[in-house]
C-alpha cells in the first residue's frame, strides 16, 4: 500500500513538472524570445539584411548581372550601371527604382548592378571596368549608349523620371510630355509601378 502511494505522489509531481515545463515553453513562443525584435530587416538603416534587390526591390533577378560592362560594350547594348552597398539605407531605398526601370527597359539594356566592395583596387582601371567610372559615394547610377559613351553619371537616390529622360533620348523615344502620362500606384509599403492615367 506504501508503494502504490508513492508511486501515485512520485507520478503527479512528474506530471505537474510536465505541464509545467509545456506551459513556459508555450508562453516563450508566444512572447518571442527575450530581447529579441520579431524582425531584423529594415529599409531605414545601414544594417546588412541581404540582398537588396530582393528584399526591397521584389526583384532577385538583377544579381548577378547576367553580362559585365564589357560584354555590354562589345555588344553595343545601352547598359545601366548600378553601384550600391547592400548595407546602406540609400541603397535599400533606391533599390526599387533600378527595378522598376529594369520593366520597361531591360529587354534592350543591360542591367548592371556592381557592389561596390566587389571593385578591385588597383592603381588603375580601363573604361570597360566600373572602377573606372565609381566615384567612391553609393549609389551610383551611370547610364551608357550603344557606342560605350557614358550619358549619365549621377551619385544618390535619383528620380524615376530623370534617369527614364536618358534612357529615352538613348532609345530615341518619345520625351515624357509627349508620351502617355504615367502615375505612380503603390504595390505595397515598399514598391510603386507606373500605370496609365485614368
Known amino acids: 500500500m ?4 508513492q508511486l501515485r505522489i512520485s507520478l503527479s509531481r512528474r506530471i505537474w513538472r510536465v505541464w509545467l515545463c509545456l506551459a513556459l515553453s508555450l508562453a516563450l513562443l508566444l512572447s518571442g524570445l527575450p530581447g529579441m525584435p520579431t524582425a531584423l530587416a ?32 562589345q555588344y553595343e547594348k545601352p547598359a545601366l550601371v548600378f553601384i550600391y552597398v547592400d548595407d546602406s539605407k ?6 526599387p527604382v533600378i527595378s522598376q526601370l529594369q520593366a520597361p527597359y531591360g529587354r534592350a539594356a543591360s542591367f548592371i548592378p556592381i557592389m561596390a566592395d566587389a571593385i578591385p583596387q588597383k592603381a588603375s582601371y580601363e573604361p570597360s571596368e566600373p572602377g573606372y567610372y565609381f566615384d567612391g559615394v553609393v549609389p551610383q547610377t551611370l547610364v551608357f549608349d550603344q557606342s560605350g559613351e557614358v550619358r549619365f553619371d549621377q551619385a544618390g537616390a535619383i528620380a524615376y ?6 534612357l529615352r533620348e538613348v ?13 505612380r500606384r503603390t504595390l505595397n509599403e515598399v514598391t510603386t509601378e ?5
Open 2 to 5: 506504501r508503494f502504490s502511494f
Open 42 to 73: 529594415g529599409r531605414e538603416d545601414d544594417n546588412y539584411d541581404g540582398n537588396i534587390f530582393a528584399l526591397y526591390a521584389g526583384n532577385g533577378s538583377l544579381v548577378p548581372p547576367r553580362v559585365s560592362l564589357a560584354q555590354s560594350i
Open 90 to 95: 540609400d541603397c535599400k531605398q533606391y533599390a
Open 161 to 166: 523620371e530623370e534617369i527614364d529622360d536618358v
Open 171 to 183: 532609345f530615341d523615344l518619345l520625351p515624357r510630355s509627349e508620351s502617355v502620362e504615367l502615375r
Open 194 to 198: 507606373l500605370v496609365p492615367e485614368e
